[in-house]
C-alpha cells in the first residue's frame, strides 16, 4: 500500500468541490505545483481545520496518483498563515500576483529555487509597511520571474546578440524578452525606457541594491511594463486576474 509523501507546501488556491470537499492548488518545494482533492474539508469537524487558506505555509500530505494530476491530500499541518498580508491591499495585491504567477508558470516537477524566492516574498511583503510594498512587490515579482526562467535581457539584444549601449534610453520589448539594439529597434513596437526608467528597471532586478524611489507615474509605468511582460510570455491571451489587480490598483480609484 503506497503512503503519503510529506511536502513543504503554500496554498495557491482553494475552491470548493462538492459538498464538503475542496480542490487545493499547492506550490511545493518537492515536487512543484500539483493539485490535490481535500476530502471533507468544509466538514466543522474537518482534521484540516481553517488551514487551507489562500497562501498558508505548511507541510502537507499527498498520496499520489497513478492515474490523474489530481492528487489526494490527507493532512495539512499549518506553520504559518501570512495573515498580516491582508491588512493591506497594497500587500496582498503583491501577493496574489505572486501565487498567480507561481500557479500558471511554476511546473509540476521539482523547482526549489521558485519556490524558496516565493516564500521569501510572501514573508518579506506581510513584514512591509503598506507604503513599502510596492517596491518589494515589483522587485519580487520580477526575482520569481526570473528563478522560474524568463529573465529579461536588458545587457544583450534579444535579437541579434549585440551588445546594448550602456547609456541613454533602452528600446525594450515584452514580447520578445527583453532589450533591442538601436538597429533591431528600427521600425519596432517597443516600449522605450529613458535613462532614469532603465536604471529603475535594472536596480527593480538586481536583489542586492537598494530598491529604486518611484514616483506615482513612475511606479505605474513598471506595473504596466510587467504586466505586459507576464502576458505576452504567457502567450498573450491568458486570463490574469490578481497580476490585473494589482497592476490597475483599482482599490485607490474606489477612494
Not at 187 to 211: I, K
Request: with cysteine; charged share 20%; proline share 7%.
Amino acid at each position: 500500500m503506497r503512503s503519503p509523501i510529506a511536502v513543504e507546501a503554500i496554498v495557491l488556491t482553494a475552491l470548493r468541490y462538492g459538498e464538503s470537499s475542496k480542490i487545493i492548488r499547492l506550490a511545493t518545494r518537492e515536487l512543484g505545483v500539483q493539485s490535490a482533492i481535500a476530502k471533507g474539508a468544509l466538514r466543522p469537524k474537518s482534521r484540516f481545520g481553517a488551514a487551507l487558506q489562500p497562501l498558508s505555509i505548511g507541510q502537507g500530505l499527498l498520496l499520489l496518483s497513478t492515474r490523474s494530476d489530481l492528487h489526494l491530500l490527507t493532512g495539512f499541518d499549518l506553520h504559518h498563515l501570512p495573515s498580516r498580508l491582508g491588512e493591506s491591499l497594497e500587500r496582498y495585491a503583491a501577493a496574489a500576483a505572486l501565487a498567480e504567477v507561481m500557479l500558471r508558470f511554476a511546473p509540476a516537477a521539482p523547482h526549489e529555487e521558485s519556490y524558496d524566492a516565493f516564500k521569501a516574498s510572501l514573508l518579506e511583503l506581510e513584514l512591509m509597511e503598506p507604503e513599502s510594498a510596492e517596491g518589494v512587490g515589483l522587485r519580487r515579482l520580477w526575482e520569481v520571474v526570473s528563478v522560474l526562467g524568463f529573465t529579461p535581457s536588458l545587457e544583450i539584444c534579444v535579437r541579434d546578440g549585440s551588445p546594448i549601449p550602456p547609456d541613454g534610453p533602452m528600446s525594450f520589448t515584452a514580447r520578445e524578452g527583453g532589450a533591442l539594439c538601436p538597429s533591431c529597434a528600427r521600425g519596432q513596437v517597443v516600449t522605450l525606457l529613458g535613462e532614469s526608467d532603465r536604471r529603475d528597471l535594472t536596480q527593480l532586478l538586481a536583489p542586492d541594491v537598494p530598491l529604486p524611489v518611484l514616483n506615482v507615474p513612475q511606479a505605474a509605468a513598471h506595473r504596466r511594463l510587467l504586466a505586459r511582460y507576464l502576458r505576452h510570455q504567457l502567450g498573450g491571451d491568458a486570463k490574469l486576474p490578481a497580476l490585473e489587480f494589482w497592476q490597475s490598483r483599482v482599490w485607490e480609484k474606489a477612494t
